[in-house]
């Protein structure tokens, strides 16, 4: 297989190599003219962004969540900020600006008229009509297109790029960039910001009006209730009625001791009642019994007063819940403020440019070799890729593997004018024998194959082909040379008689020729299979199968 594209290589090389020169000769001279008319120099300026509070707070969320890199979506969307058009629109303004007083570019010559004709062609076909927009539009546009940015995977850097003709102008229009990307991005977080801070300034004043209002109104109730100090009083209201409930215990104990004494006396009097001991037993029971009674209802009112003393309480804890509420949201607010207005004084350094662009000393477009080089690769498979695909569904003959797969062992080398001459290997140590190596080859191939059948015995060798009778006759001179070379005739021995006879189309009767082999000439990629198959034996009285070799 590797032999059967070798020779279909070889085949084709003239065509090969016109096409890689012509491919070359363009390139070079295509790029050589951009080289000199419209040079592209690009300048990179590197830009590093520090993450904020709630996107280092979205880092550490998403972080093992997804597959995807959180800094990565969070630096996409700077670039999408990046490339937005109010941040080329402030750049044409840097740019402007800058110019004043500053040396102009050149004015367009005729390959910026020519590229302007093109682009213009361009639209029409494709849309039918070309509108023409404003200077200002155009040169927005322009400084949009000529703008790459790229990311450093995994991080917060950004390399922003500018191209242009001119190295001090691709410099100035990335370092503009970057600047004009600065000063909107601090613009817009100043603004909002200010925005925030008036809102959690007028929140923070409400709170604080809403404490005063609780104080005030807490103190109201305290005056209405009547309350010093709640949890004194309550203190003392609970220590008031343990020790009424205390003596309530005693009172009860000593009055059920004194009716057990009263009933023990009157069994030992019999049941008398007016004796002097029982009298005054009877009487401390009454008095111990009216002292219960004032103790029972002093504790009903300790009771009642720590009722109400419950819903003072009550009534002052929904009082502190609101205040401590509120006084919760004033700190939070007091807070939020102190890290906007951190965050505002901040911001100039959240963006930085670590490295600003410089011009470039060449050209990164075009690289005139470079080009040159990739434009000989494709020409040479621009006909080589077309060659193989018209090999592999054609069913034409063009090599000796084409020949062999039809003929088998009568399929002889190719061979080609001039194959004899020697080349550069005649030179070699060991290769002074005046013939090319490609010649030698090919008449020890075509020896074996006489060989095989006896055809060395034959005096008659006959060459014609699928050929014009001039080069049947060049090709009669290769297979002399050939036999000459791989069986010479010794002194005194008839030479072989090799004869150039008319071309294929043109024998009537292969039976008229004396007994010999046949060497037939097959020009590449004109002979269809089919043909050869047919010539694979001549002769009706004197069959022969005849030898076939690619001839070019």
Known sequence: MLDHYRDLLRFY??????????AASLAWMGNTVLLNTSPAYKSTVTMNMQPSEEELAFNRTFMGVSQFNPATIITQTHIEVLLSRPVAERTLDLLLAQADGEQALPEPGLFDAIKGFLWRTYVRLNYGTFKEVDERTQLVNLVHDSIEVEFVEGSYILNLTAQSEFPTLAARIANAYAQAY??????EFSSGAGKLAD??????????GELRDLLVERERVREELNINDLWQEADVLLLSRSATQQDIDDDVIELQLRKNELAKLKEQLDGGRASQPVARVEEEIRQREARLDLRRQALARTDKQLSEQAEKERSLKQLEARYEAVQLDLDELRDRLVNLEMSEATILSQIQVINPATPALYPSFPKVLVNTVIATIVGALAV????????VVGMRVRTYSDLQSILGGHALPSARK???RPGLARWRTGRMSGLSREFRNFSEQFGRRMSTEDHW?????FVTGFLPYEEIKRLRDVVAMAVEHSNPRRNGDAPYVITAIAPVASVQDWDELPDGPIILGVPPAQVDALEIRELQTVGQDNPRKPFMLIWN
């Open 13 to 22: 090389k003239r065509i090969i190599i016109v096409s890689m020169i012509c």
């Open 182 to 187: 600065v000063d909107l991005t601090r613009q």
């Open 199 to 208: 809102l959690v300034r007028k929140l923070k004043v409400e709170r604080e």
């Open 384 to 391: 080589i890729m077309p060659v193989i695909l018209i090999d």
């Open 418 to 420: 001039g194959m004899e």
């Open 457 to 461: 015995t034959k005096e008659h060798i």
